[in-house]
């Protein structure tokens, strides 16, 4: 509690303590009604909100052990208790990928390329953005609201999804000037190239140190990609702020370009996350990739490798007992050559098991009966093109 912010804290899945949960709660307390009273003293424990904070508990508890930088990925389940919609899950994979134990930026530039490679060989087509956090608390400090940077943040990180007005509304709501939030305008609707946005944030902000270190930070990284050659496009979008408050420096989102889906990968830098736990001072950089909204995207965009959906290459066709025990021992010898088979478990019908090859599109099926098996070879129908031939199980392993 109290490490994702307000947003985290309400979508964080709580517990209730085991056996009696009202232990230790008076009368008075529970005719409040009061949610978040009863959830610190009723539910001690809760469901996993991100691999992040667990990975910063787990490099302080080992940091005797850790050779630093320390990098490590994670691919775990992860819960949020929010409203189920396209996109959304209540239980999601994460894929994390960090770095930590290192204030280089070379790490956030690797970071960029394992996102550019990954997104290539999926085959889906990205727009990687960037932002810096510190560039974000430069701009409420010049627009004179310095301490409502957490409330600004949350809410242009929702342009894209409620709008402009409604952005304009919740920062209103939020107790800023009318002053403040025109002098916002210009920079949340900044355009052009990536260069000259940092030409412009250089007049506009040169008044505040942090904002210029962020500038400094994102001149590092866009001076090294340029050496290199990335598939994606990388942006530098100033709307895009991250919910999650831990951030400290260079944030990333990727969006999907053929889909409409909200971010499938988002990470950042984090200087002293593992300060919660006791150890101040250690800086890390991570990337999360979200994998249900990536299969939503190969889903919709039909890109799955075609023989990753096929789970069975050869189907043995079941004539009886004598005809089973036959082929047991000569199908552990085709599978243990990596060959993917299934022997269908009765002797139903013929035309019955064929339909099912047929209806899970297995490329070949084997015929052994009573002739095969007196000859010791294999009748292998290739159900595309209907051909059939007599092989010996050496030959059909050699087929595929």
């Known amino acids: 509690m109290g490490k994702y912010g307000e947003e985290g804290d309400k979508l964080l899945f709580k517990i209730l303590n085991s056996g009696d949960c009202f232990s230790g709660i008076t009368d008075e307390e529970l005719s409040e009604r009061n949610a978040v009273k009863f959830g610190v003293k009723a539910c001690e424990k809760g469901l996993r909100y991100d691999l992040t904070v667990p990975f910063a508990r787990f490099v302080v508890q080992h940091r005797n052990e850790i050779t630093f930088p320390f990098k490590r990925y994670q691919i775990q389940p992860v819960w949020r208790a929010d409203r189920p ?21 070379v790490n956030e530039v690797e970071l960029i390329q394992i996102m550019d490679e990954v997104f290539r060989r999926f085959g889906i087509r990205v727009c990687i953005k960037m932002n810096n956090r ?10 004179g609201e310095a301490d409502k940077i957490v409330d600004i943040t949350v809410a242009i990180d929702k342009l894209d999804k409620i709008g402009l007005d409604n952005v304009n509304e919740e920062l209103r709501s939020k107790g800023l000037s009318e002053e403040a939030i025109a002098r ?29 270190k962020g500038v400094a930070e994102m001149e590092f990284i ?4 340029d050496k290199l050659t990335l598939n994606a496009e990388l942006e530098l979008d100033l709307t895009l702020a991250r919910g999650l408050n831990y951030y400290t420096g260079a944030i990333f989102e990727v969006k999907a370009l053929d889909v409409q889906i909200g971010s499938i990968t988002g990470g950042g830098r984090y200087d002293n996350l593992t300060g919660v736990f006791g150890m101040d001072g250690v800086s890390g950089v991570g990337i999360s990739f979200g994998a249900d909204r990536i299969f939503d995207v190969l889903n919709q965009l039909n890109l799955y490798p075609a023989d990753s959906l096929q789970t069975t290459q050869l189907l043995f066709v079941n004539f009886g007992e004598k005809e089973e025990n036959y082929l047991l021992p000569l199908i552990s010898k085709v599978r243990a050559a990596g060959i993917r088979t299934e022997l269908y478990p009765e002797s139903a019908k013929m035309k019955k098991q064929m339909g099912y090859a047929d209806t899970k599109k297995i490329p070949y099926v084997a015929i052994v009966g009573e002739n095969e098996m007196n000859e010791g070879k294999i009748n292998l129908k290739n159900m595309l093109t209907g051909e059939q031939e007599l092989v010996t199980v050496e030959e059909l392993i050699e087929r595929f």
């Open 85 to 105: 919609q396209k996109g959304r899950y209540r239980e999601f994979y994460q894929c994390d990928g960090d770095v930590v134990g290192s204030n280089s930026l």
């Open 134 to 143: 510190k560039i974000l608390s430069g701009i409420a400090e010049v627009i």
């Open 184 to 212: 916002l305008q210009p920079i949340i609707m900044l355009s052009g190239s990536n260069r000259e946005k940092m030409e412009v944030l250089k007049q506009v902000l040169g008044s505040s140190d942090i904002a210029m």
């Open 222 to 225: 866009l001076d090294r990609i």
